[in-house]
């Protein structure tokens, strides 16, 4: 009984080891073009075609 407990408290160690962490993408202003929006930049376009969809005034990112 001893062992198969043993072998299970391993088992379990050796999986939360291999376990990483869950980040989420924060994309709300971090994309690549930005368009204007009003006062301030609307930086959620991650690509130039995404952006001329809305607008032609589209300039890359500051924060690229």
Known sequence: MRNIVFGFASLVTV?????LPATAQYWEGRGSWCAPG?????????????????THHCTPSPAR
């Open 38 to 54: 009003g006062s301030v930049l609307d930086c959620s376009y991650y690509s130039l075609e995404q952006c001329r969809a809305t």
């Open 15 to 19: 999986a939360a080891i291999n376990v």
